[in-house]
């Protein structure tokens, strides 16, 4: 009766109440105007918040108090986020998501590479801080945006009207362009190399979070071929001329500059 799922006709006082989980998120960040407009921001928009100051009380809530996703500033006082997040990852898979300053980049890099989730470069925007959040969100509640069906799910991405499928259990790839509103639009299957399906694959799995070239390199290569860098470049290249619209202007294959790569998010809400 009280069963709050199926009660639209009586929805009424479902309205006055909070959300149902209102996610923890820690802020590891010493400069406090930044710790304390981040407070400000997130609690405005719904997340329950914790401060740390320091990389050792970062360290600290992290593992005690369950926070959904962290906030880790990189320069901190008593020691860099990077140490942080090894710390973390020893104790928990909570989402990490980085906050550098520019001229860090090999910093951030390290940190991605050291199990962080994503990163924001300051100064960054509300709108960005907070999609990159639900992003992270999405990864830890286990199958990012897509329903039921885990990993066999395929992945489906639409951008200026152009969707990407991608089904990994039947090895299959295809593009659909919307030539107008009318039409349904035509599919069409690609086929891709085994080296440009691995790759691919590789992304699917971790659509939407950033990815250093080391971690591609490593995982699609091979441990030796992690500097090898040249690799990325000729394959990402091949993959975005057969995926995208326009492979100079690319929506789906994310250059994430001087880090790696994003594929962009999962979008499937229902299939
Ligand atoms: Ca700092």
């Known amino acids: 009766m009280n069963d709050p799922t199926r009660s639209p006709s009586r929805a009424q006082p479902l309205q006055v109440s909070q959300p149902a989980h209102m996610p923890l ?3 590891v960040e010493d400069e406090e105007p930044i710790r304390r407009f981040l407070h400000a921001t997130l609690e405005a928009n719904h997340f329950r918040v914790k401060e740390a100051g320091t990389a050792r ?3 600290l809530l992290a593992v005690t108090t ?3 996703v962290v906030l880790l500033d990189l320069g901190l006082p008593d020691g860099d986020g990077l140490n942080v997040t090894r710390a973390i990852r020893k104790e928990s898979r909570t989402p990490i998501v980085v906050l550098s300053a520019r001229g860090q980049e090999s ?3 390290a940190a991605l590479d050291a199990g962080a989730d994503d990163y924001l470069t300051k100064p960054f925007g509300v709108g960005e801080l907070l999609a990159r959040l639900r992003v992270a969100l999405r990864h830890a509640n286990g199958a990012g945006s897509r329903t039921r069906g885990g990993e066999d799910s395929p992945y ?3 951008l200026d009207g152009r969707t990407l499928r991608v089904d990994l ?7 659909t362009d919307k030539d107008s509103c009318q039409s349904p639009g035509t599919r069409r299957e690609v086929r891709l190399t085994p080296m440009e399906f691995k790759l691919l694959a590789f ?3 971790h659509a939407g979070k950033v990815l250093t070239h080391q971690m591609i390199l490593k995982e699609v290569w091979g441990p030796q071929h992690t500097s090898d860098v040249q690799y990325l470049r000729v394959y990402t290249g091949e993959l975005r001329k057969k995926l995208e619209a326009d492979p100079a202007q690319p929506r789906f294959m994310i250059t994430e500059p001087g880090v790696g790569y994003r594929l962009a998010e999962n979008r499937v809400m229902q299939s």
């Open 107 to 109: 910093d951030k890099v």
């Open 66 to 68: 369950y926070p959904d």
């Open 169 to 175: 259990s039947a090895r299959l790839v295809h593009v």
């Open 57 to 59: 009380e970062g360290t």
């Open 203 to 205: 992304m699917v799995k």
């Open 156 to 158: 489906e991405c639409t």
């Open 25 to 27: 998120v820690l802020i």
